[in-house]
């Protein structure tokens, strides 16, 4: 399995940002979750949203609650990040990751797409 993101960019507060994770390969056990993570300058990698790939059940960080939407797109092999009413906190480089179980932590991912950068400034 291979995780490609993109999407990121520099955008305003309250502004609104999709991300979207392609799938290239075929899902296996190891992957029943397809998760978001990002890092800022200085922090640890966190945990942002997940979904359950077969399921469709979603979790997402207290941080993000109601601001954004992870969703799944199974003939398309695509997993998005819709990023609404953005803040400067959320600036980050965000990650797609592939993994067995729920995750909270880093160190449950299995598969790691590269980074797309979402600055928000104004």
């Known amino acids: 399995v291979q995780l490609q993101a993109s999407g990121g960019g520099l955008v305003q507060p309250g502004d609104s940002l999709k991300l979207s994770c392609v799938i290239s390969?075929?899902?296996?056990?190891?992957?029943?979750?397809m998760n978001w993570f990002r890092q800022a300058p200085g922090k640890e990698r966190e945990f942002v949203a997940g979904?359950?790939?077969?399921?469709?059940?979603?979790r997402y960080a207290d941080s993000v609650k109601g601001r954004f939407t992870i969703s799944r797109d199974s003939g398309e092999y695509t997993v998005t990040l819709q990023m609404n009413n953005l803040e400067p906190e959320d600036t980050a480089v965000y990650y797609c990751a592939s993994s067995s179980g729920v995750v909270s932590t880093a160190v449950g991912a299995r598969v790691w797409g590269q980074g797309t950068l979402v600055t928000v400034s104004s």
């Open positions: 979904i359950k790939w077969r399921e469709g059940k979603k």
């Open positions: 390969g075929r899902l296996t056990t190891s992957d029943n979750f």
